[in-house]
């Protein structure tokens, strides 16, 4: 089985300051990870995804995340925060085969402060 | 790239009232879809799991006689919510595999 943890619910911090959302799995096989956003009243856009190639992945909008199987850990960051970065992030897992569901977690709002 | 359109994106009905959500894969297969809900200020919690011609698989709690999932095509999927009432309101959002996974756009559903 498969899940994830998100520290924090909440996270602030000032515009052009580094992002840091922190999720920690938890996986009996190799497991594929993700981040999404989300926007209000809306769906999810994947920023990047973990499919055990590179342990630094790149995503969209400046994001990265770097997967470290000693720590369990897929942290996301991104070097300078803008105030459209303002959303709610979900790090999810999967366990890679064909048919393997996709696991949230609770999710981290994201707040940029002027 | 790969898109999913999910219909409606938002509806209003009344209770008692049945709902059919629809997703369509627009430029691919899709070989599973899921369903999730997500109620307000919370994560997505995985309501089923549907490969195309079979039935779906339900995640525990959840009532599959009150959602009623079709997969009966490697296009399109539908979720039915029957006799709706007021604690079903949610948004829900599918997703689609078929070489990676590709989420929808979301339905609003709202039960007065």
């Known amino acids: 089985a498969q899940s994830v943890t998100q520290l924090g619910s909440h996270v602030s911090v000032s515009e052009g300051a580094l992002v840091l959302l922190r999720c920690n799995y938890s996986?009996?096989?190799?497991?594929?990870l993700f981040w999404y956003v989300q926007y209000p009243n809306q769906g999810l856009q994947l920023l990047l995804k973990y499919t055990s190639a590179a342990t630094l992945v790149k995503g969209i909008n400046g994001f990265e995340a770097e997967f470290k199987k000693s720590e369990t850990s897929f942290h996301l960051t991104k070097p300078s925060a803008h105030m459209s970065d303002a959303a709610e992030y979900f790090c999810a897992v999967s366990g890679g085969n064909r048919d393997d569901k996709i696991i949230f977690g609770k999710g981290t709002r994201l707040h940029i402060l002027p | 790239g790969a898109v999913v359109s999910q219909h409606p994106s938002w509806v209003i009905c009344k209770s008692g009232t049945s709902v059919k959500i629809e997703c369509r894969s627009l430029?691919?297969?899709?070989?599973?879809m899921f369903w999730y809900r997500q109620f307000p200020k919370q994560s997505l919690m995985l309501m089923a799991t549907?490969?195309?011609?079979?039935?779906?698989?339900?995640e525990q709690g959840v009532e599959k006689d009150k959602f009623l999932i079709n997969h009966a095509s490697l296009t399109l999927s539908t979720l039915t919510v029957t006799s709706a009432h007021p604690e079903d309101s949610s948004f829900y959002i599918c997703?689609?595999?078929?070489?990676?996974?590709?989420f929808g756009s979301g339905t609003r559903l709202t039960v007065v």
């Open positions: 996986s009996s096989v190799p497991p594929y």
């Open positions: 997703s689609a595999r078929g070489g990676g996974y590709t």
């Open positions: 549907s490969n195309e011609g079979s039935k779906a698989t339900y």
């Open positions: 430029d691919f297969q899709a070989t599973t």
